[in-house]
């Protein structure tokens, strides 16, 4: 079997370190863990191929499509692939969660996230799973195109580095234990940083 683990955000260097690619850096600190093979080019995204020890196969996903039209590379690795929709995993920044908070969910709406909006779009369904990983809103007044795209600050970096350690913890559950086990660890109070 193969598992399709998917960051959302935008290519190009003016975006690293923003708010909005989160499940890019994800992505890039499971592949320095995993020490996997430099990143290609397939179906409008960079991909890399990882073996776990059971032998089963993950492809990690980062869409080159820019962040609303991520479901046209999600659609084309999912047929490519073959995947049933349980194993496919999508991470992304969320502003309805306070930073430092997580949300796994299996089956949801996009709830506003246009990256989301456009793989349930393509897909033709919701049935797959999210981790979503809380930026919180912005300040009173400010926009929330500018917040989104904003580079963390070094007080929020900090964070970051434990919204990612959390994030693989999440990811390894994902893929050891399987779904059900993922939601009921990363959604119980126990698991949130904040």
């Not at 996997?36 to 020890?53: I, N, T, W």
């Not at 306070?98 to 779009?121: E, L, M, T």
Request: proline share 3%.
């Amino acid at each position: 079997m193969t598992k399709l683990l998917v960051g959302l955000g935008n290519p190009g260097r003016k975006y690293t370190n923003t708010r909005h690619n989160l499940g890019f850096i994800i992505i890039d600190a499971l592949a320095n863990l995993w020490r996997v093979s430099p990143f290609r080019s397939k179906f409008k995204g960079e991909y890399a191929e990882h073996y776990l020890d059971c032998g089963e196969k993950v492809v990690l996903l980062k869409p080159q499509t820019f962040m609303n039209l991520s479901g046209e590379s999600v659609q084309a690795w999912v047929n490519f692939l073959k995947i049933n929709k349980s194993d496919l995993l999508v991470i992304h920044d969320e502003l309805d969660l306070p930073f430092g908070r997580f949300k796994a969910q299996y089956s949801a709406g996009a709830a506003g996230n246009r990256g989301i909006q456009s793989i349930i779009q393509h897909l033709g369904h919701k049935e797959f799973c999210r981790l979503r990983l809380g930026i919180g809103r912005p300040p009173q007044g400010y926009d929330v195109s500018s917040y989104v795209l904003a580079k963390f600050s070094l007080e929020e970096e900090e964070i970051v580095e434990k919204i990612t350690e959390k994030s693989i913890e999440a990811i390894d559950c994902y893929f050891k234990k399987g779904v059900d086990s993922m939601l009921q660890m990363v959604n119980s109070a126990a698991f949130q940083l904040l």
